[in-house]
């Protein structure tokens, strides 16, 4: 097989080999390269040694030179460069204690997670593949190198990592590394939260967040999202439901594009339904109030996995407000979308429509129907350039102040009473207009 390296990759590997190295391609690059797809990044693997790999190229920093890591830097761009090594015991299911360095390239791709990031690649020898990655490729399944429990047992993170490569590839997990990872799945534990957001994140924002179903079943999310398994064992007892509400989350993820926040919003949207679940004398569930206790709910779990506070408000906004739904009227769809905020708009009916398709479907066209006539209306507001926030009012702060109004309060007060009154009736959005209102019902009333 010949895979097309670009021109540093090459000049790196030459360079070294020029010296008296070996250097080839190695890990996800040559896997991507496998599958057709173009690699965002490029990792080289040499017999060199880090101070050897300096002393041949004039722009490098130690990335990691510890551990034999060292970027190259040529046009601007940097490429690791690391040495062949063996790893030393693992004792916190995360970093070897030690590592030593070989001049073995089968010792190097032996430590690696799994048999389709454990290929090798240069010109000179082609595709190094000991483990059968290749064919694993071809198979479609994610197998570890050697004994998968060894595996898991040196980083803990390789678990979660099986189940997000499984996602982004499309690919099943081989059955002796599905098992290796039900019975270490607790060890997950010792995986910083930061590292988990990490991996969860590209699994939802791939094309199959399906997976997060294996995330459940080989035990990982009781471990750092427990509340994930409480909704994948939460039956909706109601007409307008056919799944579990896990297995509804998946079926709204699956049906929402693969933005962050957008999947984010729907894997958490119904999270506090079990909390909320009351039963009716015909034997009915209900969820009243679930949107805003799943908003408190998301913020605490997201805040637990450490996301950014501004990725958190967004989310749990979603959350707060997914299930809201207007009267079909202009003046109603003014009010929701005032106090819902316009920056979170069209996403947001893109999460309703979602949440739609993951529900009974002998009831989808009429709401899918009502959602169109909402955006509909909501689309005419904003052509029509009708104000919906107070910085779409014709007025401002310092126009009042001119006024004679003072700072302070009552200022932002009198301009959501003027927001108030526009939404009521568009036509008043205009400055004299909402000067002379602002004079006679705030100025001459204080």
Not at 33 to 58: E, N, V, Y
Not at 278 to 307: Q, V
Not at 334 to 352: H, Q, T, W
Request: glycine share 6%.
């Amino acid at each position: 097989m010949q895979i097309s390296l670009p021109e540093h990759v090459t000049e790196i590997i030459e360079r070294l080999e020029d010296a008296g190295y070996e250097a080839y391609a190695v890990g996800g690059c040559v896997r991507d390269c496998c599958l057709g797809r173009t690699p965002k990044d490029w990792d080289i693997t040499t017999s060199a040694k880090p101070m050897q790999i300096k002393s041949i190229f004039k722009k490098t920093f130690d990335t990691g030179i510890e551990h034999g890591t060292v970027t190259v830097v040529l046009g601007g761009l940097g490429y690791e460069v690391t040495t062949y090594r063996i790893d030393g015991i693992y004792k916190d299911s995360r970093h070897p204690e030690s590592v030593s360095f070989t001049s073995n390239l089968t010792e190097d791709l032996k430590r690696r997670d799994f048999t389709i990031n454990a290929m090798a690649y240069n010109k000179k020898a082609g595709l190094v593949d000991v483990f059968g990655g290749r064919g694993d490729l071809e198979k479609g399944i994610i197998r570890c190198v050697g004994n998968a429990q060894e595996r898991f047992s040196e980083d803990a993170l390789r678990m979660l990592r099986a189940v997000r490569f499984s996602a982004q590839l499309g690919f099943e997990i081989e059955k002796e590394t599905a098992e290796a990872i039900r019975a270490l799945s607790a060890t997950l534990k010792n995986i910083s939260a930061e590292r988990i957001q990490t991996e969860i994140v590209k699994l939802i924002t791939s094309d199959h967040p399906e997976k997060m179903a294996d995330v459940y079943k080989l035990g990982l999310s009781r471990v750092f999202l427990p509340e994930f398994d409480v909704m994948m064992e939460a039956e909706q007892i109601n007409p307008h439901h056919i799944y579990t509400v896990g297995m509804h989350t998946i079926k709204v993820m699956e049906n929402v594009p693969p933005e962050r926040e957008l999947r984010l919003s729907a894997l958490f949207h119904d999270v506090a339904k079990p909390k909320c679940t009351t039963l009716d004398e015909n034997g009915i569930n209900h969820f009243k109030g679930h949107p805003k206790e799943g908003a408190k709910m998301t913020k605490t779990i997201l805040k637990r996995l450490k996301f950014d506070n501004h990725t958190i408000d967004r989310v749990c906004h979603f959350v707060l407000w997914h299930d809201a739904n207007p009267e079909l009227t202009p003046k109603s769809v003014r009010r929701l979308v005032s106090k819902i905020g316009r920056d979170y708009y069209p996403e947001m009916f893109a999460l309703k429509r979602a949440d739609v398709k993951g529900q009974n479907p002998v009831f989808a066209d009429e709401k899918l129907r009502r959602i169109d006539e909402y955006e509909k209306l909501y689309n005419e507001i904003i052509s029509a350039g009708e104000c919906i926030d107070i910085k779409s009012l014709k007025v401002n702060g310092s126009d009042l102040i001119k006024e004679g109004f003072e700072e302070g309060a009552v200022i932002g007060s009198c301009l959501k009473e003027l927001l108030h009154l526009v939404i009521e009736d568009p036509e008043l959005n205009e400055r004299e207009t909402l000067l002379t209102i602002a004079r006679e019902q705030f100025l001459e009333r204080n």
